[in-house]
């Protein structure tokens, strides 16, 4: 009886918070389209944060092949503007390379260090290269002080129709 | 045969006074990744040509510098000198930026006129010595001294600044915008030195790579300002060859009149 109370309660505790307190966030709903012409090698991604200044500060999703770096530099304005600083950071975000599908990439606007955001304008970057196909580099600029905004990116070659959120901002 | 010798070795030895030829080193890549205990193979061709890396003379490769992003000077791994172009390999086991450079000769090169003849004839000597060794009846003596730079800088992951300092003799490009951060539509700032002071005045030509596929040269023309710099905003990715030089009084006019001071560097734009 007891224990189920607690239970009640913490649940409780959990919808309140999720609607009243809303942690602040951005997701981006990423899809990879199916290709069917020519050779298919599932592509790198990188999806990333810079500040208005075009510094690096956040690296969201870095979907690579895992043999090496030899290919990393492909990955052409993600690594000039954040990968190449330094592979232990590289090695610590790396994931695998994903199939065609849809995918949902949350942050909590923190930046690589953990420290939240500034209020100011940032731009997210989506770089999709694939090995025998192409590259596209798609990115939307958004601003932290302006509160709770969305926006719809067009389908590229490489990249399907994007769907960029920011909520949890409104006070 | 003597006479064969004797055409294989002119022909390796490309005039330093062909100023019609640009000279160049071009790197198989300018920037790499790699995992830290991995050695990058970086292979570069050297020729003399006159449409945009397309090789056509041979310039040797067997004086290339290396100088690492720690600042040591060292050399190829092995070179090669064919008909149309030299080769060299270089393995890059340190991160950071490298400079792959032709050692720099100075040259001297005079003309006089001989009475009754039309043509100028041409010494590899300085003007003194030229006066010791030519006819009683030549006139006209002038004579230069050239001194051309051909460079290139290649980057192992994350780029570094030591190679890019200048050595303070002669003409030199100190880029400002580092060479891994040179992209396309981007604006990108290199400065001129001579004798390691800013020169203003420089002339600088930068041409994209395949001028053979284009009818027009389309090539991007510079001066120095009063910082010895200059800006550039280039309009696409690719392979880019610059050329730049300027001519300056000599200091000992018994020896040359004017003194020539080129650079030949190529670098790549990124894409955005």
């Known amino acids: 009886m007891m224990r189920h109370l607690i239970r009640t309660t913490a649940i409780g505790a959990l919808f309140v918070s999720s609607v009243v307190f809303a942690t602040p966030k951005m997701t981006v709903d990423l899809t990879l389209p199916e290709i069917t012409e020519g050779q298919y090698h599932r592509p790198y991604v990188a999806v990333w944060v810079e500040d208005a200044k075009g510094q690096t500060v956040k690296t969201l999703s870095l979907w690579v092949w895992d043999e090496g770096h030899k290919w990393l530099k492909d990955i052409r304005r993600w690594w000039r503007k954040a990968g190449r600083e330094d592979m232990s950071f590289v090695d610590g975000i790396a994931s695998a390379t994903r199939p065609a599908g849809h995918y949902k990439i949350d942050w909590d606007l923190k930046d690589d260090a953990g420290k939240p955001l500034v209020p100011a304008s940032y731009t997210v970057f989506i770089e999709v290269v694939r090995e025998h196909g192409g590259r596209d580099l798609v990115r939307q600029t958004f601003d932290l002080a302006a509160g709770d905004f969305s926006a719809q990116l067009p389908a590229t070659t490489e990249t399907g129709v994007i769907d960029i959120r920011l909520s949890g901002m409104t006070r | ?272």
């Open chain 2, 1 to 272: 045969m003597k006479l064969r010798l004797v055409a294989l070795v002119s022909a390796l030895c490309i005039s330093p006074f062909a100023s019609s030829h640009d000279r160049w080193i071009l790197p198989s890549h300018y920037n790499v990744s790699a995992e830290s205990n991995e050695a990058v193979w970086i292979t570069s061709d050297v020729s003399a040509s006159n449409q945009v890396f397309m090789v056509d003379k041979p310039v040797t490769a067997s004086d290339v510098k290396v100088y690492l992003p720690d600042g040591k000077p060292s050399s190829p791994s092995s070179s090669y000198t064919g008909g149309r172009k030299s080769v060299f390999d270089v393995q890059l086991l340190q991160d950071g930026t490298y400079k792959f450079e032709k050692e720099v000769t100075p040259r001297y090169f005079s003309v006089y006129k001989v009475k009754g003849k039309e043509e100028v004839v041409r010494s590899r000597l300085d003007k003194k010595a030229t006066a010791a060794v030519m006819p009683k009846d030549a006139y006209e003596l002038k004579g230069s001294l050239t001194v051309a730079r051909v460079e290139t800088y290649v980057t192992r992951n994350k780029p570094t600044d030591k190679v890019l300092a200048p050595k303070g003799e002669y003409l030199e490009l100190v880029p400002i915008t580092h060479p891994a951060d040179i992209v396309e539509n981007e604006p990108a700032t290199l400065q001129f030195v001579y004798d390691g002071k800013p020169v203003e005045g420089v002339s600088v030509a930068i041409m994209k790579d395949g001028s053979l596929y284009r009818n027009k040269p389309e090539e991007i023309s510079l001066t120095s300002d009063k910082e010895g710099k200059v800006a550039m905003t280039l309009p696409a990715a690719g392979r880019y060859l610059l050329h730049a030089s300027i001519e300056r009084p000599s200091p000992d006019k018994s020896l040359a009149d004017k003194t020539v001071s080129e650079i030949f560097l190529t670098f790549e734009a990124g894409l955005e």
